[in-house]
């Protein structure tokens, strides 16, 4: 806790002045004449100070996130889960970062843009802008890496020039180009926090480094500052090739090297690595049950927000009721719908709704398992091969692998199956010209088969793995239904119209699922005991 010179009362950073103001006499400080103040309260302990700062440590006593603070009030719930009070204080020595970017924008101003973000998304939950929601937007420094690359030497490319044409045949000339370079590449970061997730710190990116201060824990007050558990190697080699490229793009635009079509790759050396805090205003929203959890971010230097939004799914039945009904009526107007009109827009919908549950679900198996995000890998690998988990972990990621395999040749067959139905159904019509008994009974046959065959699968794999998501069975069992039809092609009218009703039916559950899928992949799950955090989404 800085304290005030004249009253004693506690200072806190304000974003507006960019100075520390009292919050009794009002009075405001450079953080930078505090802390050489304080520096010289302490003379014994400069050289430490120099490298290390002493401050207040919460940890979350569910998920294990750890956020710091010089300020000594207690915090009332965790940023990262929002589940429980971060009651475990301690006072820590912490590495002292290089640099800190200090908040520009205020609590209130960041209110303000959550607000106006949350508003243009029609669909959201009304949750989210509840005031007691926006309320709970917190300042925290989120530890970068801030990498410099260098280049100082020869660059060898090879180029083509066109020479000449003799009939069929067209002559290049080639070139070896070589140019020296001096390049330097500063200022490119990246988070080194495994709460943060890489989508979340790269939307709201860049900052302005160049506004860059040093580094004094006057800056804090007011605000957390999240610990830096990613060291500069995990993402060394990414930012690297941003240097690289920006470089090579930059050498390629030369008219030399325009002129013989040459493509340069500059290889950069990494000169300095510096570790930093950037201001980022975070919010967690929970979900309606309370079991997922939604992130929104907002760079507290340039205002500029990232949030992953979840759909009410209330919202977008009136929304699309709205549309469909007089879409519907104008349709009418101009065209007869029939059975075969709508066999067909529902087969088309159920095949869509197939393939987009499909996609998702296997977005959802990444997002779940944390393999979207780069440094919760790293984190994750080093936890797991200090406990000697690695093999078995290569085990079951095998035995999966498998599975998958046998999956999806399953899933093959039956798609081979619709798909061909058209075809099945001429070789029926074929067949009923020559013999119409036989027709009628073979293209039953081949429906009976082909329904009990998925349907059979559908159900082994149900038992053998019950936790699995079924939704991808409803537009199979309407695909199913079409085909059955086609094959055996009733006299009366009826069964058209309840294939039909059972098929439109099963596309719009499909449609539900399709929203529920889609609100999985913009929440995450609640950060677990030992692991820190979570992130936005997003």
């Known amino acids: ?38 520096l010289d309260q302490a003379r014994e302990n400069v050289e430490l100070a120099k ?6 440590a919460y940890k979350c006593s569910h998920c294990g996130a750890e956020l710091i603070t010089t300020d000594e009030t207690i915090t009332t719930f965790c940023s990262f889960c929002r589940v429980g009070t971060m009651l475990d204080r301690k006072v820590v020595v912490k590495r002292k970062p290089d640099y800190v ?33 926006v309320n709970k937007i917190r300042g925290i420094y989120m530890p970068y890496w801030i990498y410099t690359f260098d280049k100082d030497g020869d660059v060898y490319t090879k180029g083509q020039k066109y020479n000449h044409r003799s009939g069929d045949y067209v002559y290049y000339d ?12 500063q200022g490119i970061t990246h988070d080194a926090t495994s709460n943060f997730w890489d989508r979340l710190s790269e939307t709201i990116a860049p900052y302005s480094v160049s506004k860059k201060k040093i580094f004094s824990p006057a800056y804090l007050s007011g605000f957390y500052a999240d610990n830096e558990d990613l060291d500069e190697n995990v993402y060394r080699t990414d930012c690297q090739k941003i240097a690289e490229n920006h470089i090579s793009n930059r050498l390629k635009k030369d008219k030399e090297y325009s002129r013989y079509n040459a493509k340069p790759h500059v290889e950069m050396q990494e000169a300095n690595t510096e570790l930093a805090l950037f201001p980022v205003y975070y919010l967690a929203t929970k979900n309606r049950t309370g079991d997922r959890i939604s992130y929104a971010v907002i760079n507290g230097q340039t205002g500029k927000i990232a949030a992953d939004i979840p759909i009410d799914f209330k919202k977008l039945i009136l929304v699309a009721l709205a549309v ?33 549950l499909a996609h998702q679900n296997k977005k959802i198996e990444t997002r779940e398992n944390e393999l979207d995000d780069k440094g919760l ?12 988990d690695v093999q078995e972990d290569t085990n079951k990621k095998n035995k999966k692998n498998k599975t998958k395999g046998v999956n999806r040749a399953i899933t093959l067959v039956a798609i081979l199956l619709i798909i061909f139905a058209p075809v099945i159904l001429e070789f029926g019509i074929l067949l009923f010209v020559m013999n119409p008994a036989l027709a009628n009974s073979t293209l039953l046959g081949i429906g009976i088969i082909t329904m009990a065959s998925v349907i059979t699968w559908m159900i082994v794999r149900k038992i053998k793995h019950p936790e699995k998501d079924t939704s991808i069975y409803k537009p199979i069992i309407g695909l199913l239904l079409t085909v059955a039809l086609f094959c055996i092609r009733p006299a009366s009218d009826i069964y058209y119209y309840v294939t039909s009703f059972a098929s439109i039916t099963l596309s719009i559950l499909a449609f539900k699922n399709t929203v529920d899928k889609y609100n999985i992949l913009t ?16």
Request: with cysteine.
């Open 1 to 38: 806790m800085y304290k005030c010179p004249t009253c004693g009362a506690g200072l806190v950073f304000d974003p507006k002045s960019q100075q520390l103001l009292c919050l009794s006499c009002r009075n405001k400080y450079d953080p930078e004449n505090v802390e050489n103040m304080k």
């Open 51 to 56: 490298n290390s700062y002493e401050a207040v």
């Open 101 to 133: 970017i200090p908040f520009s924008i205020t609590k209130e101003e960041c209110e303000q843009i959550y607000v106006k973000r949350i508003k243009k998304a029609l669909l959201a939950p009304k949750s989210m802008i509840d005031t007691q929601e």
């Open 174 to 185: 080639d070139y070896s180009l070589s140019t020296e370079v001096k390049a330097s590449c």
């Open 324 to 356: 469909a009904i007089p879409v519907f009526v104008l349709l009418n107007l101009l065209f007869t719908f029939n059975m075969p009109t709508m066999i067909f827009i529902s087969t088309l919908f159920n095949i869509l709704s197939l393939c987009i």
């Open 377 to 388: 890998q790293h984190k994750i690998a080093l936890e797991k091969a200090a406990g000697g």
């Open 523 to 538: 929440t995450r799950k609640l950060p677990g005991l030992g692991k820190r955090g979570g992130d936005e989404n997003a």
